[in-house]
């Protein structure tokens, strides 16, 4: 079956750095999606990647590794806007996204 | 502003009612989709259309009904729901379906069935 796991839940200080890991399973590899959706708002586009390596846009940054089934999202600098939850998603053979259950990161001061 | 917009946000229904959500996006994309959000479950897709025609229905029961009468509109026409129907009900659209695309999302419908 198709799958894609990520943790639930992570905490991190105001100023630092998290790491965000997603695995995948998919039947065929399209490529994967990060979103990050704010509590009652719409999910927003933030990365993809299809080949294997770190992608940077500005505080964020997104990996994959297409042997290991991996991938993850870097957010540095963190801010407390930065408190959301990250959707992992990776596009299988027929193109469909398989969505993880999201990160839901918290930012303490 | 993701040039997407639902209608209504939140909606509460008894279980014999029936109801309808909007989805209206105005970025001139081709493809549309029908998406269900319960917590700490990963979305879940119920219906994609393309340029109006349905190619995507992945085995939702009949209560729920979509509609697309052009490539800007989709409904989600809803009659006899279930109280685990009670979810945050997405609409996203897309350039094209069938290849990579990016998907732009609506703020959603909490949807709440009693």
């Known amino acids: 079956g198709q799958n894609i796991d990520q943790p639930t839940e992570m905490t991190a200080t105001e100023g630092a750095i998290v790491q965000i890991n997603c695995t995948y399973q998919t039947s065929g590899f399209n490529g994967l999606f990060w979103y990050q959706q704010h509590a009652g708002e719409a999910p927003t586009f933030l990365s993809y990647n299809v080949l294997d390596g770190l992608e940077e846009k500005g505080r964020f940054s997104s990996f994959l590794s297409r042997s290991k089934g991996y991938s993850y999202l870097l957010l540095k600098e963190l801010q407390m806007k930065d408190s959301a939850s990250y959707l992992c998603?990776?596009?299988?053979?027929?193109?469909?996204?398989?969505w993880g259950a999201g990160t839901k990161l918290i930012i303490k001061p | 502003e993701t040039g997407v917009t639902q209608t209504p946000r939140h909606l509460v229904m008894g279980m014999t009612n029936k109801k309808s959500l909007k989805c209206e996006q105005h970025l001139g994309h081709n493809a549309m989709y029908w998406y269900k959000q319960s917590a700490k479950k990963p979305l879940e897709l119920m219906f994609v259309?393309?340029?109006?025609?349905?190619?995507e229905n992945n085995s939702v029961p009949s209560r729920f009904s979509p509609e697309c009468p052009n490539s800007s509109h989709l409904f989600l026409h809803l009659h006899t729901l279930q109280p685990e129907d009670s979810a945050l009900y997405l609409c996203?659209?897309?350039?094209?379906?069938?290849?990579?695309?990016?998907?732009?999302f609506g703020p959603g419908t909490r949807l709440t069935v009693l």
């Open positions: 259309y393309s340029l109006e025609e349905r190619v």
């Open positions: 996203a659209s897309s350039q094209d379906s069938g290849k990579y695309n990016e998907q732009f």
């Open positions: 998603a990776a596009m299988d053979s027929n193109y469909q996204l398989i």
